[in-house]
């Protein structure tokens, strides 16, 4: 899968350079990604996780409404899931820094 895309889409035809570009991607998710546990307190608290997705739906972090970023977020759910789901969304196309993910992720919990 990766290898047809960095073939396709990159014009990456040997297997060094296809491996060192799936390698600099799994990197630079490792450094802006969240990981998972992070948002497991919203899942086990649905009514912390639809105050953080109110909060996610309504912030201007993420650009205007025509933004592809802010496109990708729901902005109606009808499930706990669909909600939580939203906020890793949010994160995950935040363009601010890992740090300030993190800051901002601990302050909506202590809020």
């Given at each position: ?31 802006e ?21 109110l ?9 205007n ?47």
């Amino acid at each position: 899968m990766f290898r047809d895309y960095a073939y396709r889409q990159k014009g990456l035809s040997d297997d060094k350079a296809i491996n060192d570009w799936i390698i600099s991607v799994v990197k630079q998710a490792s450094e802006e990604l969240l990981l998972e546990w992070s948002f497991r307190w919203l899942n086990d608290t649905p009514r912390a996780c639809y105050y953080v997705w109110l909060y996610t739906i309504n912030s201007d972090q993420l650009g205007n409404e025509q933004s592809p970023s802010k496109q990708t977020l729901s902005t109606v759910s009808a499930s706990h899931e669909e909600r939580y789901n939203t906020i890793i969304s949010f994160f995950d196309c935040s363009p601010a820094e890992t740090r300030y993910k993190i800051q901002d992720l601990e302050r909506l919990k202590k809020s």
